[in-house]
């Protein structure tokens, strides 16, 4: 496995000697409506609000970072994390670029929290010095185990019906893993739509289940005993994030893995949770961890304690942040639970080479930095209207 410490250890060459002081940012709050509204334990997200970091060395060079507002996962809003990034920006702005453990570190003592605005910038960092050595974000996190991926399609209905027959139409455009949402419609109607998916695909597609926090212990274990026979590659975050012991019981009953989503903040939770044998396996998002650098470090942790792993972007972030997640999965040795990228689920994805599927597989893109040309256009088209 590439250990953490090369993501640091980047190689030298002509271009990489050169100073590369960075001398601009320029912040673009935006918000794009999604196809459908996704119904979650708890909320209904119709519009995606991210924010985007642009990053200007003086040589010219760009780099470009995402990250998804998500006020019930990180605690930010999309002007937050405005006020966040600005105040980061301070702490790095004329600093060289090439000195990367430097501002890593001032990127993360600049402010407290604010994972996502934090990730926006480190992304944007990787991008502008991969663009510099003409070299992918991959590369410089340490090499590529992988080419391609299997992203997961999620389904989210009021109702068993909608979700089967929305299964049927993505499994005919090519995917073959899906992620249903549970937790938003009675226990009952929840084990339909886990059943039903599953007679409907068959039992060679890759199907998992996601709560989002939602059920209750008894809830839970219905849901588990009732599904059993369509053999779920997991379920995520069956309950609320602190419910060590109850999610050690469900895990106990040994009949689904258990995930953990928004119990994850930090390499310490992943350990607690191994260490109270409350999961399987863990979903890894950049805004909760903070970025690239770090989500690597604990996908690296996890292995080492035996979890699976699932990337994911958040709802609804565009392909450029799908490109950041992709980069990471491919550059992670053990990847077992897949990857969930989000683009697809926007109204409008405002880059100029979106992220595609092909045979149920997206590429991780090649090219310099993160691989991904971003539609200046469409940014401001999209920006989000100033707060009162």
Known sequence: MNHP????????????????????????????????????AGVVIRDAENLFVRIESADGTVGWGEAASAPTMTGETLWGMV??????????KDHDARFRPLLISKIRNAVYGNSSAKSAIEMALLDLYGKRLNAGVSELLGGRHRDTLEPMWMLGHATPEEDITEARQQHANGYRFFKLKVGTKS???????????????????????DANGGLTASTAARLIEGTAAARLLYLEQPLPADAIDAMAVLQGLRIVPIGLDESIHARSDIETFAAHKAADGVSLKLIKLGGMIETLSC????????????????????SLASAAAAHVASAIETFDWGISLTQIYLEHDPVLNPLCMTQGCVAVPRGAGLGIDIDEHAIRHYRAPSPA
Request: hydrophobic share 50%; glycine share 4%; charged share 25%.
């Open 5 to 40: 410490a090369n993501v640091l250890a980047l190689r030298s060459d002509a271009a990489g000697d050169q100073p590369l002081r960075l001398k601009r940012m320029d912040l673009h709050p935006i918000a794009i409506p999604l196809t459908q509204p996704m119904k979650m």
């Open 299 to 318: 996908a690296k942790r996890a292995a080492e304690l035996g979890l699976s792993i699932n990337v994911a972007a958040k709802v609804a972030e565009s």
């Open 83 to 92: 006020t966040a990034a600005n105040l980061i920006w301070d702490a790095i």
């Open 187 to 209: 226990v009952e109607n929840d084990i339909k739509s886990v059943l039903g998916v599953r007679e409907t695909l068959g039992m060679d597609i890759k199907l998992c289940a």
